[in-house]
């Protein structure tokens, strides 16, 4: 699924004749990477009888030279050279969290190896995800249950939970390619957060009266049955929401990393991701004043629990990461200084989480504007740092939807717990397509053109066609450019609910680029998941004058990208 620079990729071709007659040829391996670079690797010649099927492995070391989304490509060609029969595979080349798909994942229950594999690396490959988020607080968060018992509820997402089964599914993504990242909490659920705070109570929160927050569920008899009850129906263990004041003592910092150094032992995490980490209002002590050392400063102290959860975690183990929900949304709304956003987001899978309420109603995005402007705010703020910004969560599979958020330079995150059936039917077309793709829609180098009508046209006998939000520029390290245009049909307009709305298509588009740009023209491709994944790019037809340059798009259905490479000046 995803490599690393230098890494050996397998490749295995199977060639099957199920003729009646013998079959002889040539069977053609390489790797197309960036828009459309040719590598090839390897050749064979083959003779196969009637009926008869090879497997041939080939092992590639991955050069420096490609990163990002790429395929695999092999072709069985007949003595004179002519295709008789070709087949291709995705992967990328780089971290894993940046350049494929991210899917949060949540209770597996006790699954066998065989219904993990069909399952969760069904879905993974099938959606080409690079990145699991695991939303469960680790077992070790509670010491008496870690590595003592084999099941219990997770304290998050309160659901049922096996060692075994963990294990076997890390082991079987890290075989794919694919990094495991554990959710990390400054709090805790329900009767077994209750029972673990007991037994600690130097982790309890105080608020600025010297009131212990979870004394009233602790000390509530009545509150403790009602709990106790709905564990032994199998309900309510989410009845409570207790919090844990872990950053603002030394010990209990001390406590935390010696709980996570047994978790990545105990389940090799590629790393964690925080969501409410750090908390400000978990700052007093038990008689209500600021825990010593924060009184001046309380943002400094929580960058500084930032920097040194880092480092603990790099002590742990160094290919250990760090990675925080930091919406950059609350930092424009003035919810949050710059400061503590940049010691969040850098270089971090930070996600949006209002994703999470796409079709739930606590966050409208039928206005189309409004969930453009938005992301494109967030996409903004992580590009800067040289972050990313996830979406998150999920709900919809509309696609108008995913390709505006795509088209934002945000990734449209996957869950098992949402379309399974989706995910059975064989590879999705859209998945493949960002995937393959991704160096231009998700890399930090790209940036966003605000002013992109004064030298740019689209013309169109259609005035349901979107461009003029969606226009980025990205600059390589050779001096090239390369300009980035996406083209949506909003012939049906987006509602809530609407699944795959039939979007009629639109045709002979020309995209005009005038000004300085249209002299550095090399070339136009088109790039879009219309047509399958067999025919996802296309070198386009351009016309230039002395004044500028227009491709020529014979259709538009729902998404396309045209993408115009620009000489080094």
């Not at 690393?4 to 002889?24: C, K, L, M, P, Y």
Request: aromatic letters at 10%; proline letters at 4%.
């Amino acid at each position: 699924m995803t490599y690393r620079s230098g890494e050996t990729a397998q490749f295995t071709i199977n060639v099957v004749n199920q003729s009646d007659a013998a079959v002889a040829g040539t069977i053609q391996l390489g790797v197309v990477s960036d828009l459309d670079t040719k590598l090839p690797i390897a050749r064979r010649t083959l003779e196969l009888s009637a009926h008869d099927s090879v497997a041939w492995t080939i092992q590639w070391k991955v050069p420096s030279n490609i990163a990002w989304g790429a395929s695999a490509y092999a072709q069985l060609l007949n003595q004179n050279e002519t295709v008789q029969a070709d087949a291709q595979a995705f992967f990328a080349v780089g971290t894993p969290w940046k350049v494929g798909h991210w899917s949060s994942l949540s209770s597996m229950g006790d699954l066998p190896p065989a219904e993990i594999k069909r399952q969760i690396m069904g879905m993974a490959h099938r959606w080409h995800v690079g990145a699991f988020d695991y939303f469960s607080w680790q077992p070790s968060g509670w010491e008496t249950m870690a590595p003592k018992e084999t099941k219990w509820h997770t304290g998050q997402n309160v659901s049922p939970e096996s060692k075994a089964a963990l294990q076997e599914m890390i082991r079987q993504a890290h075989a794919s390619g694919i990094q495991v990242y554990s959710y990390l909490q400054g709090s805790t659920w329900g009767l077994a957060g209750l029972e673990w705070l007991r037994q600690h109570p130097e982790l309890w929160n105080f608020d600025a009266q010297g009131r212990a927050f979870p004394s009233r569920f602790i000390f509530n008899g009545e509150t403790l049955d009602r709990l106790r009850d709905g564990e032994a129906r199998g309900k309510n263990r989410r009845a409570v929401w207790v919090g844990s004041g872990i950053i603002w003592d030394k010990s209990v910092r001390d406590y935390l990393y010696d709980q996570l150094r047994q978790s990545v032992e105990m389940f090799d995490w590629d790393g964690f991701r925080s969501d409410g980490l750090p908390y400000p209002g978990n700052a007093h002590d038990m008689h209500g004043k600021f825990h010593q050392g924060i009184e001046k400063d309380l943002i400094a102290s929580q960058i500084e629990f930032i920097n040194e959860l880092r480092q603990k975690l790099q002590e742990i183990d160094p290919d250990c990461e760090l990675h925080f929900n930091a919406g950059a949304v609350s930092y424009h709304a003035g919810r949050q200084p710059l400061s503590l956003f940049n010691a969040k987001a850098t270089d971090s899978m930070a996600l949006w989480e209002s994703g999470h309420y796409v079709e739930r109603g606590k966050f409208d995005l039928r206005d189309f504007d409004v969930y453009v402007d938005y992301l494109h705010k967030e996409v903004q703020a992580a590009r800067e740092v040289g972050g990313y910004r996830s979406v998150g969560y999920c709900s919809t599979t509309s696609k108008l939807l995913e390709a505006a958020t795509t088209a934002c330079g945000a990734k449209w995150s996957a869950s098992r717990s949402r379309g399974a059936k989706h995910y059975e039917n064989g590879p999705d077309p859209w998945r493949s397509f960002t995937f393959r793709y991704s160096r231009y829609f998700w890399d930090a180098a790209i940036r966003r053109v605000t002013d992109a009508t004064d030298h740019l046209t689209v013309t169109t006998a259609s005035n349901d066609v979107r461009w003029e939000d969606f226009v980025h520029r990205r600059h390589e390290a050779d001096g090239r450019e390369f300009l980035i245009v996406h083209l949506l049909n909003l012939a049906v307009p987006y509602t809530a609910g609407q699944i795959d709305p039939k979007t009629p298509a639109t045709h002979d588009l020309r995209i005009t680029l005038s000004g300085n740009d249209a002299q550095r023209v090399k070339r136009a491709v088109a790039l879009t998941c219309d047509q399958g994944v067999s025919n996802m790019s296309s070198e386009l037809k351009v016309i230039t004058t002395q004044t500028d340059v227009t491709a020529l798009l014979p259709t538009l259905k729902t998404w396309s990208v045209v993408v115009f490479e620009l000489e080094a000046q």
